[in-house]
């Protein structure tokens, strides 16, 4: 063992103190949490547990503020975005494995929210695991209005359904798109017909070798 | 059970508050009225359908996507300095402000931090980018409800704030000028004297906006008490910025966030207002370009000296990680949370901007008023539309 990792690991009242709240509140449905100590904190819990997570935080918490509400597509991108590649795949190659971030996860759609509390400056990012399948959650609607026009987003972008929301209709993209844009399986059809530019007149730098410019 | 009774209890309150806005008894056959896509008072491409009875709003639905890039897909096939040069235009006003908390982010994953000069710099054109931007608010506010001059008197200041901007990032508009672990270049020779020539202009044409705009009758009377947002409504709908100070709510990422910048270390001041009007807005703002102008006289005096980038690596790898970054942009809190899992690109960005937020309560703001009112409400709320479509 180095010093490093013997010496205690900073602590964090406030943050800690939420951890303690939620567990208390939601019991298992509390999956996952991390603190890292004066920076951010990460919690997990279950889809069923996703509106009470809200209230919990809102009411108990001083989770006042809504800050947004998105998702995460954990699976890699099938078409090998790299940019070594001139243009990207045309054919989908298969999706290697998923690895997911802080707080693990089990599902390849994850939902990512972020509350914030004005008074005592602390925030949370909230995840929860999704179906693969039909990826359904309830709206938070009734909990932070804000939460509307986030979710008409998320649906349109990642085909997320949200149970209870009023007006769940496309915000940004035309009435008859077909498919969700943001998920990992969905073209970039603009890399796939031409070239990537930057890479047809990148300048070399210095010390790389100079074949072209020296041709040119 | 109280909990739920609370949040009932608010959306409540909130429905009848803004039902008590229409009078419902002697409802007429409505009206729908389209303003947009294109209409001066939504800077970009915003479209509002308005239905109307008589002269008041009864429902007010935004239609957006005019101006949706897909900057959420694009950065993930871009590597982390190429991301700067794209999401430079969301609020293309304020640009050079957008890129700090990617970059920060992105600093915070790689555990690089930049020299203290560069941080010092990047506040001051951090804070420049904001008076670039406000003040073109100032002046525009008093365009929507009918007085022509200011605006010219903002393009004519804002210029100067804008040469300054170009002299050391050679962009007027798109700095393009953080780098992950510092910044592209050290100040040119001369700047600082400069800039403290155009901090002084910029002050007097906070005193002449404050003489001509808000010590205007007529301007007073169409703003005052006009959209009045309860700070709790506001917290709610997440509101950010000016908006949410003008509601009474004593929250400013600059002083509280303790992340990168050094704001903490200036002798500044939190502006609020307690009434949470159109006025109350446009007045925070106003104070807001004078504190600017105080932060950046106290940066030029105190800049250190050294280098401006940090150590990294030429080809920029950001390990595996989360991480979530937000500062106090012009139109409000900007944050970027990037997952990363270790490769030359983002695996995904969240881009969390402050006018999409700022413009989602519009529906229930818009709701009662009367038709001369939505410009000015819609004004002072103030948003760029790259900012809300992204």
Known sequence: ?????????????????????????????????EVKAGVDLWVRVTSQA?????????????????????????????FGRDMDAQVDQPDPVEPGEMTWGITGGQTRFQMLARLHDPVNHVGINIKADLDDDQPTIDSWITVYPGANWHEREAAEMFGVHFTGHPNLTKLYLPGAFEGNPMRKDFPLLARRVKPWPGLVDVEPLPGEDDDETEAS | MNKATDTQQLAYIAGQAADARVNLEIETEGMTLNIGPQHPATHGTLRIIVKL???????????????????????????????????????????????VPFIQAAENLMEVEAPPRAQWIRTAL???????????FLGDMGVQLGAVTPVFFAFRDREFILNQIEAVTGGRFHPNFNRIGGLKDDLPKGWIEETRGVLGRIQNFCDEIETLVAGNEIFQARTRGIGIIPADMGLAYGLSGANIRSSGVDWDIRRDGGIGLVHNEL????????????????????????????????????????????????IIKVPAGESYVETENPLGVMGYYIVSQGD???????????????????????????????VSILASLYFILGDIDR
């Not at chain 1, 103190?17 to 298992?28: K, R, S």
């Not at chain 2, 897909?70 to 890129?99: C, H, M």
């Not at chain 2, 807005?281 to 050294?306: H, K, N, T, Y």
């Not at chain 2, 983002?346 to 939505?374: C, E, H, M, Q």
Request: net charge negative.
């Open chain 2, 267 to 314: 002798d500044w001041k939190v502006w609020t207002h307690p009434d949470g009007d159109s006025y109350a807005r446009f007045w925070v703002r106003l104070q807001e370009v004078r504190e600017s102008c105080i932060m950046i006289e106290q940066i030029l005096d105190g800049i250190p000296a050294g280098p401006v980038m940090a150590k990294v690596p030429r």
């Open chain 1, 50 to 78: 996703w509106v009470e997570t809200a209230q919990v935080l809102r009411n108990q918490c001083g989770m006042k503020y809504f800050n947004f509400l998105s998702v995460i597509d954990w699976l890699p991108s099938p």
């Open chain 2, 126 to 136: 951090f804070e420049m980018s904001r008076i670039a931007n406000v003040v073109l």
């Open chain 2, 53 to 99: 009875d008589g002269e008041q709003v009864i429902a007010a639905e935004p239609m957006m996507g005019y101006m949706h890039r897909g900057y959420e897909k694009l950065t993930e096939v871009r590597t982390y300095p190429q991301v700067t040069a794209l999401i430079n235009r969301i609020d293309w006003l304020g640009s050079f402000a957008n890129e």
């Open chain 1, 1 to 33: 063992m180095t010093e490093e990792e013997t010496a205690a690991p900073e602590a964090d009242a406030a943050r800690d103190a939420l951890v303690a709240t939620l567990t208390e509140a939601l019991g298992d449905n509390l999956v996952a949490s």
């Open chain 2, 344 to 374: 030359l690109t983002p695996f995904r960005v969240k881009i969390r901007s402050a006018s999409f937020n700022n413009v989602s309560i519009t529906p229930w703001l818009l709701k009662g008023v009367y038709v001369p009112d939505v």
